[in-house]
């Protein structure tokens, strides 16, 4: 079943706002990854992370892989209407293991 | 560039229809993958095909079946549609084994009344 905890469910927040969302879990991942899922589409990838501490940006994006392991972090800093959409992390345990997805993070901006 | 191109996007089906989901990718990726979305849940994974001519269950295979027609292609069968397999369902494929930075399709969204 689902091992990974992601919060908060939902998020609705005024434009230009910063976001907040994190995943924990109840055991180690090697491997972080979190993807934005627009209305009617599939997933795409924002941020990768492959070492325990990694901090990495894209944009107005950063993402951290937690110290012991078992959780990420994901910050947006000056939300835009384009935030919206639902954003899930994954971790993966070791190369060759598939990926366990988080419930997912539903984001709502307001103009 | 297509990426990942899934069929139908949509599909009505009646209890103990049949039905195929079509699923092919133009990234040369040797692995694909075919997940369950439903809400709350995040994705599951029902079946993958670590390369061409294997394929492994996933987390939630019953009453699925797939095909690894070739590099390219990677289509998942219902037999008998169940009520409880209304979800929309994802097609993904990675370049290696490690499924990390899949690269998903649009996604069909499937009834079964």
């Known amino acids: 079943g689902q091992q990974l905890n992601q919060s908060p469910q939902s998020m609705f927040i005024q434009e230009g706002e910063d976001v907040s969302m994190n995943c924990t879990s109840s055991?180690?991942?090697?491997?972080w990854l979190w993807y934005k899922q627009d209305p009617g589409e599939g997933p795409v990838l924002l941020i990768a992370?492959?070492?325990?501490?990694e901090l990495t940006s894209n944009g107005r994006l950063t993402a951290q892989f937690g110290i012991t392991r078992k959780d990420s972090f994901l910050n947006i800093s000056a939300s835009i209407p384009s935030d919206v959409g639902i954003y899930f992390c994954?971790?993966?345990?070791?190369?060759?293991?598939?990926?366990?997805f988080g419930g997912g993070t539903r984001l709502m901006v307001k103009p | 560039n297509a990426g990942v191109t899934q069929t139908p996007k949509f599909q009505v089906l009646k209890t103990g229809q049949s039905m195929t989901l079509q699923c092919a990718q133009d990234?040369?990726?040797?692995?694909m993958y075919w997940y369950r979305q439903d809400p709350g849940m995040g994705l599951r994974l029902i079946y993958y095909?670590?390369?061409?001519?294997?394929?492994d269950k996933g987390e939630v295979p019953n009453g699925y079946n797939v095909s690894r027609l070739n590099k390219r292609e990677f289509s998942l069968r219902l037999e008998s549609a169940a009520p409880s397999q209304t979800s929309v369902y994802f097609c993904?494929?990675?370049?290696?084994?490690?499924?990390?930075?899949?690269?998903f399709g649009q996604g069909t969204r499937l009834t079964v009344v």
């Open positions: 993904a494929s990675s370049e290696f084994r490690v499924n990390t930075e899949a690269f």
């Open positions: 055991s180690i991942f090697n491997t």
């Open positions: 992370l492959y070492k325990a501490g």
């Open positions: 994954a971790g993966q345990h070791n190369a060759g293991n598939m990926l366990t």
């Open positions: 990234m040369n990726h040797n692995s």
């Open positions: 095909s670590a390369s061409e001519g294997t394929t």
